[in-house]
Structures are given as structure tokens and as C-alpha cells.
């Protein structure tokens, strides 16, 4: 079970911080990724934490912007997100997946767990 947290509405140029946790598993054996979905719009792979080394991987349209880190004491992956853009305005799932991590991101049929989204509404 993944829970995000974290979203809500902020102006453009804003900053939010989205959280994802797992009350049952301790994410550092998971590849933790995040999507988003726009109305109308191609869900899209954002970015993406290794289990395997730590390395991270972005997609084209966040690079330079977010900021995938994890904090294991806390059992917590967060996506920094800075400069947001009305173009960011989502919904955000965090997922996970132990066997293939980030390997195959952002090819989504290959991670196994999904939470529920939060929204990010960027507006002014």
C-alpha cells in the first residue's frame, strides 16, 4: 500500500513537496517512482528513485525542476517540486516495484504497486 500526500493548489512559479509512504513495506527495497495524469492528456512517467544504487531518473519535462529523494528513517520518497508551471497540473501516483525497480521506468505496466494520486492544482 502506497499513500501520497502533499498536493494542493499553489501559483505558478510555486513550489509544492508531494510525499509517499508505506505503512506495510519499507520502500528502500522498492524502485519508487512517480506518474501523472492530466485530463485529456497520456499518463506520464515525472521521475524515478533505484533501489539498487539510489540513482534517479526524470522525465524531459520536469528535468531541472523536480527533485526525487528518499529519507529511509522515515520510510518516505518525496518529489520536490520547484518553478511549477499551470502544464504540472495533475494527478500524481506514486509507485513501486521490488523485482524491476526504476529499470524499466517510465514504462508503467512494469511497476506493480499504485497509490491512489493526490491532486496538483497549479493556477494563479
Known amino acids: 500500500q502506497l499513500v501520497e500526500s502533499g498536493g494542493g493548489l499553489v501559483q505558478p512559479g510555486g513550489s509544492l513537496r508531494l510525499s509517499c509512504t508505506s505503512p506495510?513495506?519499507?520502500?528502500?527495497?522498492?524502485?519508487i517512482g512517480w506518474f501523472r495524469e492530466a485530463p485529456g492528456k497520456k499518463r506520464e512517467g515525472v521521475s524515478c528513485?533505484?533501489?539498487?544504487?539510489?540513482?534517479?531518473t526524470y522525465g524531459d519535462s520536469v528535468k531541472g525542476r523536480f527533485t526525487i529523494s528518499r529519507d529511509d528513517a522515515t520510510n518516505t520518497v518525496y518529489l520536490q517540486m520547484d518553478s511549477l508551471e499551470p502544464v504540472d497540473t495533475a494527478v500524481y501516483y506514486c509507485?513501486?516495484?521490488?523485482?524491476?525497480?526504476?529499470?524499466?521506468?517510465?514504462?508503467?505496466?512494469?511497476?506493480?504497486?499504485w497509490g491512489q494520486g493526490t491532486q496538483v492544482t497549479v493556477s494563479s
Open positions: 509507485v513501486a516495484d521490488r523485482a524491476f525497480g526504476c529499470r524499466y521506468f517510465p514504462r508503467e505496466e512494469f511497476f506493480a504497486a
Open positions: 506495510e513495506s519499507r520502500l528502500n527495497y522498492y524502485g
Open positions: 528513485i533505484s533501489n539498487q544504487d539510489g540513482s534517479t
